[in-house]
Every structure is written in C-alpha cells, then in structure tokens.
C-alpha cells in the first residue's frame, strides 16, 4: 500500500495532461500511486493515458465537474496521504519529500501546502502580499480567499474523513469551500519553497468561465456558520465576511441589471448585521 495517493482530475485536457503526469512520474519521493479521473473528455485525453500503461492507475467516469473527479479519486485512493494536481499544473520535483518530511511528526489530522510559482503565457507573474502563503492558524485569511491551492495541497485520509470531500453542489470556489472547513480547526503545515508552477491563462479555468464567483464563497461561508462547533471569535470573522462578500455581489448583480438578486444579497448581509449567536 503506497503512502501517498496523488489524484489528477482531468476533462480535455489532452495537450497538458503529460506535462502533469510526467511532473509526479519525476517525484523524488517514490511511494505513491498515481490517479487520475478523466471526467468524461471528448478529446485526445484517452489516448494519451492510455501511453502510460500501468504507470497510473485511471478512472473514468461521465462529465460531473471537478469535485466529483477529485472525490472519486479520493474514493479510489489506498495512500495514507491524499495530494491533489490540476491537470493544467505540474509539481517540482521535490515536492512529495518536503511535505513528507513535514509530517514527521506523524499527525493523524495532516495538511501541508507548499509555496507556488504563478505563470501565464509562459512568463512568471508576481504574486501579491494578499496572496501570500503561510502555515499555522489562519481562518480569517482562508475567508478573504482562497489561500491553499489544490495543486500544492497534501492531506491525510483521516481528515478528510472528518471534513468531508469537495461539495459536488458547488459549481466552483469547491476548494475555498473545503480549506474553510479545515482551517476553522486545524492547523495547516506549510513548506516556503515554490514547489508547484501553476499555469493560467486558459479559457476553460473555472477562475476564467465562472461569473461572481464570490456567490460560490458565500454558500461556503454559510456551510461553516451552520456548523455549531465553530468558535465564536471565528464564527464573528465569518460573519463580517459573508457581509462583506454580499456587498461585492449585490454591487456586481446591479451592474448586470439583476435589481433583485442584488436586493437578496442585501437583505442576507443586513440579516447577519451585529448577530454572531445565531446558532
């Protein structure tokens, strides 16, 4: 049984699925099993998986979106550690061994994420101070946006377990949505070494295709405030953010002329003002 269970979602993506592949294939860390869910491609996606023969094990499955892929292969998936890569993405290749050398520790409720390069277009892009990584305790960043990429993510099965998967109902922000329920409890390990380039940039990229996408995170942040173990003092950061997201929504619904929504994403902040009891 390999240690680690590395899990590529896949849909069309024929001509960069093997820059992926190969990336964890070139892994200095060897103990893993490699799965990878096509999502019901229409291209060439099969036939070039099908070049790697028993190198990775795949799974097919009808088109159901991302977070079915990844839960599928989650559920698919016999390591004690879960890593997750884009199939747009490609690790470095000391990635596994840094995160493995993290757990030394031998935590049964694991995560660990790894600093990243960002390209586009071939050229490396500056990241921002908001976008910077960091380990330990920090819920209140998670809730600003999304800190964690899944391309850099390791977990452990049993918190998981404890979590939950991705949330299939959430056409996007799936992965705000899962580190929320994570960092409201845990403390995350971080490894400060870009160990993942991240490629954007494409017209399928859910960050491309998805309009609002702040309407995703506020169903998430909702997800957490139902939850009747959430501290209060993270419950209150909670609150003012799912306020402050309603705000940029409603602004974004006006300027569509969608006068209504925008009221309903009003009336939803003016519901939480001051209440950070409510169970």
Same mark, same amino acid.
């Given at each position: 049984?390999?240690? +680690?269970?590395? +899990?590529?979602?896949?849909?069309?993506?024929?001509? /960069?699925?093997?820059?992926?592949?190969?990336?964890?294939?070139? $892994? =200095?860390?060897? @103990?893993?099993?490699?799965?990878?869910? @096509? =999502?019901?491609?229409?291209?060439?996606?099969?036939? /070039?998986?099908?070049?790697?023969?028993?190198?990775?094990?795949? +799974?097919?499955?009808?088109?159901?979106?991302?977070?079915?892929?990844?839960?599928?292969? %989650?559920?698919?998936?016999? !390591?004690?550690? %879960?890593?997750?890569? @884009?199939?747009?993405?490609?690790?470095?290749?000391?990635?596994?061994?840094?995160?493995?050398?993290? #757990?030394?520790?031998?935590?049964?409720?694991?995560?660990?994420?790894?600093?990243?390069?960002?390209?586009?277009?071939?050229?490396?892009?500056?990241?921002?101070? %908001?976008?910077?990584? $960091?380990?330990?305790?920090?819920?209140?960043?998670?809730?600003?946006?999304?800190?964690?990429?899944? &391309?850099?993510?390791?977990?452990?099965?049993?918190?998981?377990?404890?979590?939950?998967?991705?949330?299939?109902?959430?056409?996007?922000?799936?992965?705000?949505?899962?580190?929320?329920? +994570?960092?409201?409890? *845990?403390?995350?390990?971080?490894?400060?070494?870009?160990?993942?380039?991240?490629?954007?940039?494409?017209?399928?990229?859910?960050?491309?295709?998805? /309009?609002?996408?702040?309407? *995703?995170?506020?169903?998430? %942040?909702?997800?957490?405030?139902?939850?009747?173990?959430?501290?209060?003092?993270?419950?209150?950061?909670?609150?003012?953010?799912? #306020? #402050?997201?309603?705000?940029?929504?409603?602004? !974004?619904?006006?300027?569509?002329?969608?006068?209504?929504?925008?009221?309903? *994403?009003?009336?939803?902040?003016?519901? *939480?003002?001051?209440?950070?009891?409510? &169970?």
């Amino acid at each position: 049984m390999p240690l +680690v269970s590395v +899990v590529i979602p896949t849909y069309n993506r024929g001509d /960069v699925i093997r820059r992926a592949i190969d990336s964890v294939l070139q $892994q =200095d860390f060897k @103990d893993f099993e490699l799965i990878v869910v @096509d =999502d019901g491609s229409a291209d060439n996606t099969c036939d /070039v998986l099908e070049a790697y023969h028993k190198r990775i094990r795949v +799974v097919s499955q009808e088109h159901c979106g991302v977070s079915a892929a990844r839960n599928r292969g %989650i559920r698919s998936a016999s !390591g004690e550690l %879960i890593a997750f890569l @884009d199939s747009d993405d490609e690790w470095l290749p000391a990635k596994l061994t840094r995160q493995i050398e993290r #757990r030394s520790r031998n935590k049964t409720y694991f995560i660990c994420h790894t600093d990243e390069i960002w390209m586009r277009g071939g050229r490396p892009v500056p990241q921002k101070a %908001i976008h910077r990584k $960091q380990g330990g305790h920090f819920f209140e960043r998670a809730l600003e946006r999304c800190l964690i990429s899944p &391309s850099s993510a390791m977990i452990s099965a049993p918190l998981l377990e404890k979590v939950g998967l991705f949330d299939e109902n959430l056409p996007a922000a799936e992965d705000y949505d899962l580190w929320l329920r +994570v960092t409201a409890f *845990y403390e995350v390990d971080f490894v400060p070494e870009a160990l993942v380039i991240k490629h954007g940039g494409r017209r399928d990229q859910l960050s491309a295709t998805t /309009v609002a996408i702040d309407q *995703y995170r506020i169903r998430a %942040i909702l997800k957490i405030l139902a939850n009747p173990d959430l501290p209060l003092r993270s419950r209150e950061h909670a609150i003012n953010e799912l #306020r #402050r997201k309603c705000v940029i929504v409603a602004q !974004g619904c006006r300027k569509r002329g969608k006068e209504e929504e925008a009221k309903a *994403y009003e009336q939803l902040a003016e519901s *939480y003002a001051g209440d950070f009891y409510r &169970s």
